[in-house]
């Protein structure tokens, strides 16, 4: 089915180790997006691409770093975890629709 | 700062009846509102928009109206069913849906 991938669906991850959040998309969109999902809370924005090659800030970028080689997946780094970290995390992507979310990214940092 | 509230936590409604789901946002440079509905272990399934330019959208049992002078749009989900039991979010943007802004989400139970 086409859509959105995230891997994996679920991480337990150490104070200081570092991981890579996976997302591909087979839509060809050009536009890509981070969040990341608190309990209780609403998504927020952490980083987002307009299209291969460019990537900008969104509202909580601080500790997380992506990159855009390609149209098709749009990687999410974790270089030192912490606590802090611990959430849901989302991608979407969008074409000419209402951005297309994946089922997301379950992570624990203890 | 939020930006975009939803007040109501939860709403419990009694299939066959309204359900109204309600949202400030307090940006006047948005124009561009969507209402998200999301499962437990799935990701946001977009629902329903409306442009700053209209007042209201239906599709189907879905209908969201946007006030603009107070700020304040909501989803009338007519009639509720137990499947639509789910988290809503509301969700703002002033780039025609590019980087969107969310509200905290409200959980519907609808009772058989």
């Known amino acids: 089915n086409a859509g959105v991938t995230q891997t994996p669906k679920f991480r337990i991850l150490k104070i200081g180790q570092s991981m890579t959040l996976q997302c591909t998309q087979d839509m060809n969109h050009n536009y890509m997006y981070w969040y990341r999902q608190d309990p209780g809370m609403g998504l927020k924005l952490i980083y987002y691409?307009?299209?291969?090659?460019?990537?900008d800030k969104g509202e909580v970028p601080n500790g997380y770093n992506v990159s855009r080689s390609t149209t098709e997946d749009f990687p999410l780094r974790l270089e030192l975890a912490a606590p802090s970290q611990t959430s849901v995390y989302f991608c979407?992507?969008?074409?000419?629709?209402?951005?297309?979310f994946g089922d997301g990214t379950r992570l624990s940092i203890l | 700062d939020q930006q975009v509230k939803q007040n109501s936590p939860s709403l419990s409604v009694q299939e066959g009846r309204i359900s109204i789901l309600n949202c400030d946002y307090t940006n006047s440079m948005f124009d561009y509102f969507l209402w998200y509905k999301k499962y437990p272990a799935e990701g946001p399934t977009f629902l329903i928009s409306i442009s700053s330019i209209k007042d209201k959208n239906e599709d189907g049992r879905f209908t969201v109206f946007l006030n603009k002078s107070a700020k304040h749009l909501s989803l009338h989900i007519v009639p509720s069913q137990p499947g639509d039991s789910a988290v809503y979010f509301c969700?703002?943007?002033?780039?025609?849906?590019?980087?969107?802004?969310f509200g905290g989400g409200t959980r519907l139970m609808v009772k058989p």
């Open positions: 979407a992507s969008r074409g000419n629709q209402p951005q297309h």
């Open positions: 691409s307009v299209g291969a090659g460019i990537t």
């Open positions: 969700a703002a943007s002033t780039n025609a849906g590019n980087m969107l802004t």
